[in-house]
């Protein structure tokens, strides 16, 4: 049978395929039943197959009352089997239990997959999803107010679902939606004039850490009514468009712009500003079309949006005429619907804003711009993540200081892993550049992995030692594997472009097998990854790979100076570059020598 291209090196998929037209043939009288395929997970140790077809229970109970062949369940799992299509990708196939179809791939064609991933790299694996282009709405840290922890795992639990979905042929519009409008920067204004009535003094050294300017300003507001009364006014003549007063915002935006890219830079982000300001002309428009509608009604004073299952308004229209965080996601949701030809807006922010794009999202579906239903598109999902605590299991602070600088923090983990690389007697003798490079590696790619790897959910404790231990789920540990991998290639003299070219891959060990199984899974957890937004799942298929390798293939099985070696160099060459990829996806720099 011929695989649809987009299908190549999806295991899953080529094995759906299979069965839909078994399927079809079993049971003709039931159109458009779904194959449920899924990797088999060992049972105590014992496992009948690599997949598995679970349909013929539910088939079963579909018919049962109707005239049909079948005796019960198992009859219809043997009749799947038997009507499945030959192909070369499957060795055997067995009944179990009620019904259900295992299936077990051929050494042969497991083989030849991954040579020919090895020659025609592993893009070809990518999966196809039903999106063209998404936004991903992360970061998005407030001027001049602090850059916290949450807005780190936001940035980096961003950065990876914007990759995934790039890898697999999403075009990804990625938003940073920064807090730049709004009416604290009446204050902020008012203050900057006080402190430097020349515009020209203005610069980062003069105003120094923002955080503390705003508390300064803010202690100014709460004490003083006279410049109270002067900051609303500024805000209105920043919104009013007047000259001074625009400067004076960007100036303090540019500000807090140098301060985050230190932080995006360290992580090596990319994102492209759209803040709060660029959708507040949109946003008259956007409300008068939701007036028209009669979505909105007026409610104390104020203008909302009530939504179904939830007792509290969206406020749309404060009782003082302006417009706030909700006006601004409303004109931000259309823009990136019509403008942008979004077919799927993902938000990522801690789970404290749920009801917040939960009542957006509804309000959205009112007014019809989003579909009822969740299944088709356009789409919008709010990722919510857990807090970040310390090790007191309280809300994550540095020692004296409120609050933790993210810089410093990234900082400190490169300086650790420094310390940890210089103490190796390897290291030693490298040029300065190259452990700093390997030190940035470790050490950036231990903080991001200790937060992607969590369920996103759950908080999180923020360990140092625990992140930089190179025992355990962490990246010090993938990382040194997939050097040690690196090493293992190197040390056999060969070059591994003429291995590919030259020599075949065999599958005969049983840990060669089950390696060569868990690589070709590569595609499949990445489309689950991108479908559930899961950054987790692709960490633990990357730990998975690394023990499988270590444990059991690279444990008995011997690579250099064995009768099988180009072969096992072509797994381990394999391995390293799913390892890669993974690490890619997960913003992780490879690192090739320890
Ligand atoms: N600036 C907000 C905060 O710090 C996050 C913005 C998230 N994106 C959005 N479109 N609302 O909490």
Redesign the pocket.
């Known amino acids: 049978m011929a695989v649809g291209a987009e299908n190549m090196g999806n295991v899953k998929r080529q094995l759906v395929q299979l069965f839909e037209v078994s399927l079809q043939a079993t049971v003709p009288s039931e159109t458009d039943v779904a194959p449920l395929v899924d990797a088999c997970i060992a049972k105590s140790g014992v496992r009948f197959g690599d997949y598995q077809c679970n349909n013929a229970m539910g088939l079963w109970s579909k018919i049962k009352g109707k005239q049909t062949e079948f005796r019960g369940p198992t009859a219809v799992g043997q009749a799947i089997m038997k009507n499945l299509p030959p192909s070369d990708m499957v060795e055997s196939c067995s009944v179990a239990g009620p019904g259900f179809v295992n299936v077990v791939l051929s050494r042969n064609w497991i083989a030849k997959s991954l040579q020919k991933m090895l020659i025609d790299g592993i893009d070809t694996w990518a999966p196809c999803l039903p999106v063209k282009r998404a936004v991903v709405?992360f970061s998005?840290?407030?001027i001049a107010?602090e850059m916290h922890v949450?807005?780190l795992r936001?940035t980096i639990i961003g950065d990876t679902l914007a990759r995934m979905l790039e890898f697999s042929h999403v075009e990804v519009l990625r938003r940073n939606?920064?807090?730049d409008w709004g009416t604290q920067f009446g204050m902020l204004i008012e203050f900057l004039f006080e402190k430097f009535p020349n515009p020209e003094d203005v610069n980062e050294a003069a105003i120094g850490d923002l955080q503390t300017f705003y508390k300064a300003s803010k202690a100014r507001f709460d004490s003083d009514p006279e410049f109270k009364q002067r900051a609303q006014q500024a805000v209105v003549r920043l919104q009013g468009g007047e000259d001074t007063y625009h400067r004076a915002w960007k100036q303090i935006c540019e500000i807090s712009r140098t301060e985050f890219h230190r932080v995006y830079e360290r992580l090596g982000i990319q994102l492209e500003e759209k803040g709060?300001s660029f959708y507040s002309p949109y946003i008259p428009g956007v409300l008068e079309e939701l007036n028209k509608k009669g979505i909105i009604e007026d409610d104390k004073g104020a203008r909302v949006i009530f939504v179904q299952d939830v007792n509290i308004p969206l406020i749309v229209v404060k009782s003082d005429g302006g417009y706030n965080?909700a006006s601004?996601?409303l004109a931000?949701l259309r823009y990136r619907i019509n403008e942008e030809k979004a077919e799927w807006i993902i938000?990522?922010?801690?789970v404290g804003?749920q009801q917040?794009?939960d009542m957006l999202f509804k309000a959205a579906k009112r007014a019809g711009w989003l579909p009822a239903d969740d299944g088709s598109y356009p789409k919008a999902t709010h990722v919510g993540f857990g807090l970040v605590l310390g090790e007191d299991g309280k809300r994550f602070r540095t020692r004296s200081t409120e609050v933790v600088r993210l810089v410093d923090l990234l900082d400190e983990a490169k300086n650790r892993s420094k310390t940890a690389l210089l103490e190796r007697d390897t290291a030693k003798e490298w040029p300065e550049e190259e452990v700093e490079k390997t030190s940035q590696a470790i050490g950036y790619g231990a903080v991001k992995y200790a937060d992607l790897k969590n369920n996103k959910q759950t908080n999180y404790t923020f360990n140092f030692d625990q992140m930089l231990n190179d025992k355990g789920n962490t990246a010090v540990y993938l990382l040194y594997a997939h050097a040690r991998i690196c090493s293992i290639i190197r040390k056999s003299g060969k070059d591994i472009e003429e291995v590919k070219r030259n020599a075949k891959i065999a599958l005969d060990h049983e840990d060669e097998r089950a390696l060569g199984l868990h690589l070709i899974q590569f595609s499949e957890v990445i489309e689950e990854a991108c479908t559930n937004l899961l950054p987790n799942v692709l960490c633990e298929y990357l730990y998975n790979l690394s023990e499988i390798f270590t444990k059991k293939f690279y444990s008995n099985c011997q690579v250099v100076g064995s009768p099988e070696e180009s072969s096992r160099l072509l797994l381990c060459e394999a391995t390293a570059t799913v390892m890669r990829k993974c690490f890619h996806l997960l913003g992780i720099v490879p690192v090739y020598k320890i």
């Open positions: 709405d998005s840290p407030n107010k949450g807005h936001s939606h920064v807090g709060e965080y601004t996601d931000a938000y990522l922010t801690d804003q917040h794009f």
